[in-house]
């Protein structure tokens, strides 16, 4: 009757044994399938990120130095016709004691 009970006490854990490493290949499984999921929605936000990268590549080549140099000169010019101005604006307050470089009056 002992070998009887402990036979069957032995055939459920066995039974729960096999369920539990079906429920484990199972969950295995998906998340093996998770995994590859993962992996392919994040190569695809990098390629979007690299196809982004190289459409911004493009426009800053579009630009090139020589256009720069043409949207620049203009600027250069008027600060510099801007530069004298200034100078003896300042000049003229510094002599009359009324403005320093640098000081805030209010």
Do not use: W
């Not at 999921?37 to 590549?57: F, G, N, T, V, W």
């Not at 800053?60 to 140099?69: C, G, L, T």
């Not at 004298?84 to 300042?90: E, I």
């Amino acid at each position: 009757m002992v070998f009887f009970h402990f036979c069957l006490q032995m055939e459920s854990e066995v039974t729960t044994l096999k369920r539990r490493y079906a429920e484990s290949k199972l969950q295995g499984k998906a998340m093996k399938q998770t995994v590859r999921i993962q992996r392919d929605k994040s190569r695809q936000l990098i390629m979007a990120c690299a196809c982004k990268l190289q459409e911004k590549e493009a426009i800053i080549e579009k630009v090139s130095p020589r256009r720069v140099v043409v949207f620049s000169c203009p600027l250069l010019a008027s600060i510099g016709n801007f530069t004298p101005a200034l100078s003896c604006f300042l000049a003229l307050f510094h002599d009359k004691g009324e403005f320093q470089l640098g000081s805030h009056v209010p």
